[in-house]
């Protein structure tokens, strides 16, 4: 279970002791609030996150209105680590990029690893501009896609972030699956630059760049990417929200979890090999 969930079945069950110890029903509270009952359980049992409205109502109701700050306050903190693409879209893209470069400019170590797509900072600018426009298509909450403009400029932040790869004065350890390097995600034109700049990146000397092959052992099963900003934050990208992990048990698990990845991964000149046969193969399809 996540630490945005645990938080959101603690505010539940905070919110349900409030009705108890206030001597009303569910049904009764329904009454007091106009709430329908099912979201009164859904709330209560952590599946659904109230609103501020939702609070002051359910308080004013349990006569503890004096809690409100409080409530608001563990609310604010909830959503802090659950935040939606559709509210992150309203500052665009290349906001979005530079929020990033702020916090890998705050970090001695970014261990970043992805099973699908080439990672952020190792992507080419024509690679990335397919992503930032798949990214896009979804976003119904705009209901136009993002100009190209935008694009463009969200491209040109994520190239000025990648220059911290050649500074050294933040670690990155990449690791990703060889399916990164055949899933046909771009054309494939584009696909073969890509892999042909990951060819060169693999030589750079101030990162690690690693690939876990097919044939490796797996400790554990590569279920989703994620970053991983010194011992302090996970970042985990879904399709339609951005999880971010702040309790330290759970980022020792995605430590643990980031460790037997690495280690399954080729380095150096069997990366390379990888790398060349998947470009070769691009080149003949």
């Known amino acids: 279970m996540s630490s945005f969930q645990r ?168 690791v990703m699956t060889e399916a990164v390097l055949k899933y046909r995600v771009c054309p494939p034109d584009v696909m073969a630059g890509q892999l042909g700049y990951l060819i060169s990146m693999t030589t750079v000397p101030t990162i690690h760049v690693g690939i876990v092959p097919f044939s490796a052992d797996m400790a554990v099963g590569p279920l989703h990417g994620f970053y991983l900003y010194d011992s302090t934050l996970v970042l985990v990208e879904l399709f339609t929200a951005v999880l971010n992990v702040s309790q330290p048990g759970e980022i020792g698990a995605y430590e643990r979890v980031f460790g037997h990845l690495a280690d399954a991964a080729v380095y150096g000149a069997e990366a390379r090999s990888l790398l060349a046969d998947a470009l070769d193969r691009q080149q003949v399809g």
Request: with cysteine.
């Open 7 to 174: 938080a959101r079945e603690a505010l539940g069950n905070r919110l349900r002791e409030m009705r108890l110890d206030a001597h009303l029903t569910g049904r009764a509270l329904s009454s007091e609030t106009g709430f329908a009952p099912p979201k009164i359980s859904k709330i209560e049992s952590g599946r659904q996150t109230p609103s501020d409205r939702d609070i002051e109502q359910w308080a004013a109701a349990c006569g503890q209105s004096g809690v409100v700050p409080e409530l608001k306050a563990t609310l604010r903190s909830l959503e802090q680590q659950y935040v939606e693409f559709r509210r992150m879209s309203r500052t665009g893209l290349p906001a979005r990029q530079r929020t990033i470069g702020d916090i890998e400019a705050s970090t001695e170590t970014v261990r970043n690893f992805e099973p699908c797509f080439v990672p952020g900072l190792l992507q080419t600018a024509e690679y990335a501009r397919f992503r930032f426009i798949e990214g896009d298509a979804g976003d119904t909450e705009r209901g136009v896609p993002t100009s190209e403009a935008e694009v463009d400029e969200a491209i040109a932040a994520r190239m000025d972030r990648a220059r911290a790869l050649h500074r050294g004065d933040t670690k990155f350890h990449f």
